[in-house]
């Protein structure tokens, strides 16, 4: 039955509790353990059964129980304590402000877009690591006090809730998503009514209510496509699920963020000058910056690109040309087509913006090529997915050796203080003091870790784990309530599940947690190669070991579901039903129980799949050792300690050999060091003071370089700051530099094909082609001559490119001498001369090449032309 009128309710609080609803609203309360104890004390039981969602709570506690606050001078204390904390926050000069106050930035304004964002368990948002990392980054945004602002999509059913069948298999369950009792608010026109935004597709015009989620100082603009102004089911449609349906829905949902998400910017007023894509979802945004700018100014499509490129950011989490989205060109059009003619382009003009080939018409349209292509910025997310990434696109700057390919690198992090569990931040709080909080990235501060006594780290962590093992025997009891899986008793199968719960698990053996998206490089059952060891390992007498899996599979995974159900059919043998736990349903809250109470934290992906991975640096801030392959981040951390590297650098091209190998190289890990160490304890009390030494270790050495506030820093430092100074450069007096870069660039494209180089030979090189000996220091001029008929000296930067000899004859990882114009030859024709230095031995080799030069490229390699004599 239709109703006649909607109503929002709200609680109603008494006056001195309204504090409360300003906590509710602003998601700083996800970061504050006191905050977060605050409400608990309100009802424990309510604040589990709304998984910990204090709007729901505040909706559903009952009036007595808020008039008993209200009247309750010891909450009313820790209430208005946190209150003014929370408001001392806002109020306090950011980092921003205290460094980075110059006039240049005066107006500098970000908006980062992602698909999905992990803030907390109550806004099912996210999928995985990416929605994490993308909560996490707001977060340290927040600290920082950049001028930021964030864009996403409000999922009516978000992502899926999992759960095994008896067999293992995994059930999809898409639980509604209840706006009104979640910590957003609907975002506002200047005359109070909600903001919609309009978006055109071939099905009709898509209306988008906009919410917003406070994420502390920053606003997090989320877009709801559910709403009864559209009329058909199909538009409403659109915001349903995170990654759900057919590729329709997918280009559908991407058009949304980028196109939709950036009118709402527009909508509130807010003109960022820097845009940061993370990973290709958002890509479209880059189309509608350049309508909206030549709307403004007149200008043409090729200009505009030049000047929006300027400002636009991309970051991409893919090691694999795979693992991104690629779109007929047909459906390209039928969503597309409409926009040609406003921006004054052809179909195969649009569509060679993101195709690896421009010129081939029938390869597919991929939106992570458009944002490669549009933006001035590119960065992988570790320093190996920074070198897989310019090997992996390469092709895009053809001729250019693939360390110079321009794509950089900033290793992910973590929000510390959402992911230490608050019995460690005690301990933290006690022996580091608050500059823990304020100076995170200061390595001083953590060497106070040392300070510690082993007995209370050692029982601080027992607790942690204590803790794991209780609620992962909650969920397998619920599990076996619902009589959905297998129970054996003493090792015989049983009927009775009474006392199962307790039988699983044991609080005080070593415990090893592996939990992620169950992706088939990530190899979650290579510790089930040799079944028959691992028994042994497990089942040893005397020194116990157990495993706790979770993690899902995409729902069309059909791969990664036969994983889990190996997984859970493993489990339920007689042999290891005590030992080995799945999980179900992993979130934000099974992830935090698990990285603070497990002992080892297991990575074991196929390397270099791994773009970056966060789940272990979550783990080594609780202390908890690492047990990794060397790719993504941790292939940065061998001389940090903090745990142990599986076969250092191993890649193989046979993927059965490579999962033997490393299997074995666990097995004897656990065998011959992790499993005696963690049980070589002080008969005196019981603490294995080698092993707290390690988990010393990874928090000292790991945690104030893997946090999302050296992170986001070093975004602003090395990306956002200077997007937004070139982006005023280019663009200040009408665009006049960007016009002028375009035709420039234009006019150098044009003329490209037509310029040569070669080595012009001197007295020094002739001396050095009959002994072709050099000694380490010693300098030899090189002279190159560069034929052009149109173009001139100063449009050319030209260098010798030098370096040591691989295996093959080629120059491996060269370096560059600059060389100067001496003079015009006549004919077009010009010299240049440069001084090359060799600071090493070995066999060496150089060359000459040419590419264009203006002053406000933003990288040498930017138009993709290089000619090498």
Not at 148 to 169: C, E, I, K, P
Not at 221 to 250: F, K, V
Not at 780 to 789: G, I, L, S
Request: charged content about 20%.
């Amino acid at each position: 039955m239709k109703p006649l009128r909607q109503l929002t309710v709200v609680p109603t609080l008494p006056p001195n509790l309204e504090p409360l609803r300003e906590l509710a609203l602003n998601l700083w309360w996800t970061w504050d353990r006191e905050a977060l104890g605050l409400f608990r004390h309100l009802d424990t039981e309510l604040w589990e059964k709304t998984y910990h969602n204090p709007v729901a709570m505040l909706g559903q506690i009952s009036q007595e129980q808020l008039d008993a606050a209200a009247k309750d001078s010891v909450f009313l204390a820790r209430l208005d304590v946190i209150h003014k904390k929370f408001k001392e926050y806002h109020n306090t000069a950011s980092w921003f402000e205290t460094n980075h106050s110059d006039e240049t930035l005066r107006t500098l304004k970000i908006a980062y877009f992602s698909m999905e964002y992990g803030l907390t368990e109550c806004m099912p948002l996210y999928s995985g690591g990416l929605g994490v990392l993308a909560g996490d980054h707001l977060k340290s945004t927040s600290y920082l006090g950049l001028p930021f602002v964030a864009v996403g999509l409000l999922y009516q059913h978000g992502y899926f809730r999992q759960t095994l069948t008896a067999d293992g298999w995994q059930m999809a369950d898409y639980p509604t998503n209840d706006f009104y009792n979640m910590p957003i608010q609907p975002a506002k026109c200047a005359d109070g009514t909600p903001l919609l935004v309009e978006v055109a597709y071939p099905e009709g015009t898509a209306l988008a209510k906009v919410w917003c989620a406070q994420v502390g100082r920053v606003p997090l603009y989320l877009l709801d496509t559910n709403i009864p102004e559209n009329q058909s089911e199909e538009l409403r449609s659109i915001t349903d699920y995170l990654y759900g349906g057919d590729e329709r829905l997918r280009i559908k949902q991407e058009i949304l963020l980028g196109i939709g998400g950036y009118r709402a910017l527009t909508a509130l007023g807010i003109q960022p000058t820097v845009c940061h894509m993370n990973e290709g979802h958002a890509a479209f945004l880059t189309i509608e910056r350049i309508r909206q700018l030549m709307l403004e100014t007149g200008i043409r499509f090729e200009e505009a690109c030049e000047a929006t490129k300027s400002g636009n950011i991309f970051t991409t989490h893919t090691p694999v040309p795979a693992g991104i989205d690629w779109f007929p060109p047909e459906l390209v059009n039928h969503y597309f087509s409409g926009y040609y003619g406003e921006l004054g382009v052809s179909a195969d003009t649009f569509l060679g913006l993101g195709r690896t080939n421009p010129t081939n018409t029938h390869s597919e349209f991929s939106p992570a090529l458009l944002a490669l292509r549009l933006s001035a910025m590119i960065n992988g997310v570790s320093q190996l997915h920074g070198q897989v990434s310019r090997d992996m696109w390469k092709d895009l700057w053809p001729g250019t050796p693939v360390h110079e390919v321009p794509i950089g690198a900033i290793t992910n992090g973590i929000h510390t203080r959402s992911w230490v569990s608050g019995d460690m931040q005690s301990l933290f709080d006690r022996y580091l003091g608050p500059r823990w909080i304020v100076e995170l990235t200061n390595q001083a501060v953590w060497t106070q870790i040392s300070q510690i006594p082993d007995p209370e780290l050692w029982r601080t962590h027992e607790r942690r784990r204590e803790r794991l093992i209780t609620f992962a025997r909650q969920r397998q009891e619920e599990k076996h309530a619902l009589g959905s899986a297998p129970t054996f008793v003493d090792g015989k199968r049983s009927q009775d599940s009474e006392n199962v719960a307790t039988k699983i698990l044991n609080s005080a053996a070593l415990t090893i947690g592996f939990a992620r998206r169950f992706a088939t490089y990530k190899r979650a059952t290579l510790l089930f190669q040799d079944v028959d060891r691992l028994d042994k390992i497990l089942n040893h007498p005397e020194r116990p070991v157990q495993l706790i899996f979770a993690g899902k599979a995409h729902p069309h995974d059909y791969e990664g579901k036969l994983l889990i159900q190996r997984i859970s059919r493993i489990a339920s043998e007689p042999r290891f039903y005590h030992k080995i736990v799945f999980i179900e349903n992993y979130d934000i809250c099974v992830g935090r129980y698990l990285v603070e109470g497990v002992d080892i934290w297991l990575n074991n992906p196929l390397r270099p799949n791994e773009a970056s991975g966060t789940s272990g640096m979550k783990a080594a801030a609780n202390g908890v050792l690492n047990l990794s392959i060397a790719d993504g981040w941790w292939a940065e951390t061998n001389h940090l300690g903090g745990g142990w590297t599986i076969d250092a650098v191993v890649t193989h091209a046979d993927t059965k050999s490579a999962d033997k190998a490393h299997a074995n190289a666990i097995y004897e890990l656990l065998e011959k060091e992790i499993v005696p160490l963690f049980y070589q304890r002080n008969p005196v009390d019981d603490v294995p003071y080698e092993w707290v030494a390690r988990m010393k270790t990874a928090m000292q050495n790991l945690a104030p370089i893997f946090n999302t506030k050296r992170m986001v820093a070093e975004y602003a430092e090395q990306l956002y700051f200077p997007a937004h100074r070139r982006w005023q450069h280019l663009n200040e007096a009408g665009g006049k530099r960007s016009i002028a870069l375009t035709r420039w660039k234009t006019h150098i494209q044009d003329h490209w094909g037509d310029l040569r180089i070669e080595e012009r030979p001197t007295d020094e090189t002739a001396s050095v082609i009959q002994n072709p000996e050099l000694g380490v220091g010693e300098s030899t001029t090189v002279q190159a001559v560069v034929h052009t008929d149109v173009l001139f000296p100063h449009e050319l930067a030209v260098q010798i490119y030098h370096g040591v000899l691989d295996e093959a004859g080629e120059i491996h990882n060269g370096k560059i001498s600059s060389m100067a114009y001496q003079t015009d030859l006549g004919g077009g024709t010009y010299l240049f001369e440069g001084t090359l230095t060799l600071k090493q031995t070995g066999l060496h080799g150089y060359t000459v090449r040419v590419l264009p030069y203006h002053e406000d490229l933003q990288s040498p390699h930017e138009l993709g032309l290089i000619t090498w004599a």
